[in-house]
């Protein structure tokens, strides 16, 4: 496989920026499982070091089961307006009030070590790690509610 195609690639797995990619991909000499990890790993090492930002922005996401019967709200913070408007973690937020209305975590903690239903090899946790690698920013889910009737 051409770099170009492994960059490709990665970009589609994890939308991180080519630099980024191609670094992983010198020091991984090649390998794209390799690149892969070390992305992951710097990812990581990403959120840890922003988590401790001040959260003064974000959104409230809402979902709806198609039967009317379940209904979550869920607050996920960010830094920035910038990001708060950003599609994708508009998109996280949407997916994050999908989640705990399948899956009825108890509070933040159990939502996080939860599977994400979309990607199971994953956990929610490791989503917003994901998310937090990719928009630059500290992102946190504040709290939540699921109703049900």
Request: proline content about 3%; glycine content about 8%; cysteine-free.
């Amino acid at each position: 496989m051409s770099d170009v195609a492994k960059v490709k690639s990665i970009r589609e797995t994890t939308g991180l920026s080519v630099g980024r990619i191609n670094q992983a991909l010198a020091e991984a000499g090649g390998d794209e499982a390799k690149a892969l990890a070390i992305l992951e790993a710097s990812g990581v090492a990403i959120a840890q070091k922003k988590s401790g930002r001040e959260l003064k922005q974000g959104v409230v996401a809402s979902y709806i089961h198609s039967n009317k019967k379940i209904g979550v709200l869920v607050v996920l913070g960010s830094e920035t307006d910038f990001v708060a408007r950003n599609p994708e973690f508009i998109n996280l937020a949407n997916d994050l009030a999908m989640q705990i209305a399948a899956m009825q975590p108890k509070d933040v903690p159990a939502l996080l070590a939860q599977p994400y239903i979309k990607e199971a090899n994953i956990t929610v946790g490791d989503l917003i790690t994901q998310a937090v690698a990719k928009l630059g920013e500290n992102i946190q889910v504040g709290e939540f509610a699921r109703f049900s009737i």
